[in-house]
């Protein structure tokens, strides 16, 4: 009896020491960095599985014993928590700390930025020139394209906040878009709501308008406000907006890079040196301070500016320190120049 005793004392040391080994073992393995010289991206795709994961990766020499991976799996019980996306694999990643990241779906994040002042057209052509976002609106209109967001009949330009955008690989052009226009809503509707007094605006959509305006003639933030002070005192005094930016937005194609006397007089439904007050749509995309700028414009006396060559502009409250300005400025002028408030 005592040497039963003792066999089975001696047999379930024995069992206990090579259970901890395989566990000791195990822990190691969890913990060893994969055969990883650089990071690389993997796509986990919907309804796969750990263990093709690990097969993926160990015939591609990054993973090994798949099988000790796949084991760990059934043992925290997370077989059902995998998420699929494109994921990072960078050097120094363990396959404990890989399947943290596969378990919390810590997925690969890009960055698609609208730029302040660009138009709709340029960007469409970035959504498309963008190999992360999936296409889906090549082949549309643009009212075709605007009728898939909900906005049938709205005129594309300015709706869209220009902001940059955290999106996943394979997000749609469509639903990026849907996300701008929600954000350019939301601010839009937030910034009206607390607006100055004694605008000369009808709608949001007017100051949306006017912000484009401001974005384009300036990209300095400290004159945004300026700027846009200087419009609204000439649409409350009914004088033209006479703005360069309208101008060359109405004329589409034909803009080469300059603007002559000619394109001033040319009647467009864009062209401020030709209508009374703002443009019927946006010209550009806007950001978050032009907005404010427009509905908060500061109050001031000045009524024409003039670009001084360095990105900031000169300010007059007449005609005649405007032409003087114009004059120290702009030397340099071709032979059909025009002074106007916006140049």
């Known amino acids: 009896m005592r040497k039963v005793v003792v066999s089975f004392v001696i047999t379930l040391v024995v069992v206990i020491a090579i259970a901890y080994g395989g566990w000791r073992s195990l822990q190691s393995y969890l913990d060893t960095p994969l055969n990883l010289s650089q990071s690389r991206t993997i796509m986990v795709e919907q309804g796969s599985s750990f263990g093709r994961v690990a097969g993926q990766l160990a015939a591609e020499g990054v993973m090994e014993k798949p099988d000790w991976f796949a084991f760990f799996i059934r043992l925290k019980k997370v077989g059902h928590l995998l998420k699929a996306g494109e994921y990072e694999i960078v050097p120094g990643t363990t396959p404990r700390t890989l399947l943290v990241q596969l378990v919390e779906g810590k997925i690969v994040a890009y960055k698609f930025t609208i730029i302040e002042g660009s138009t709709f057209n340029q960007l469409r052509d970035s959504l498309k020139a ?46 990026l878009l849907k996300r701008a226009n929600a954000l350019l ?28 305006i401001v974005e384009k003639e300036t990209a300095l933030s400290s004159e945004r406000p300026t700027i846009a002070g200087v419009f609204v005192q000439r649409l409350k005094k009914g004088m033209k907006l006479q703005t360069d930016p309208t101008v060359i937005y109405g004329m589409g194609a034909r803009y080469k890079g300059n603007i002559t006397r000619a394109d001033l007089r040319r009647p467009t439904p864009y062209n401020t040196y030709t209508i009374s007050g703002l443009p019927p749509t946006p010209i550009a995309m806007v950001g978050r301070e032009a907005i404010q700028a427009a509905l908060h414009p500061e109050s001031n006396k000045w009524l024409y500016f003039v670009a001084k060559g360095n990105g900031s502009h000169q300010f007059s409250a007449t005609l005649e320190e405007h032409n003087k300005a114009v004059k120290t400025y702009q030397l340099r002028r071709r032979s059909d120049y025009r002074s106007s408030p916006g140049e």
């Open 185 to 212: 809503q939301s601010e839009l509707d937030k910034a009206w709501q607390n607006k100055a007094d004694n605008l000369p605006y009808q709608s949001a959509y007017d100051a949306l308008i006017m912000a484009s």
């Open 130 to 175: 963008n190999l992360q976002i999936k296409q889906t609106l090549d082949n549309k209109s643009d009212a075709e394209l605007m009728a898939a967001l909900g906005l049938a009949d709205t005129h594309p330009e300015g709706m869209f906040l220009a902001d940059t955008y955290q999106f996943h690989r394979g997000m749609s052009d469509l639903d």
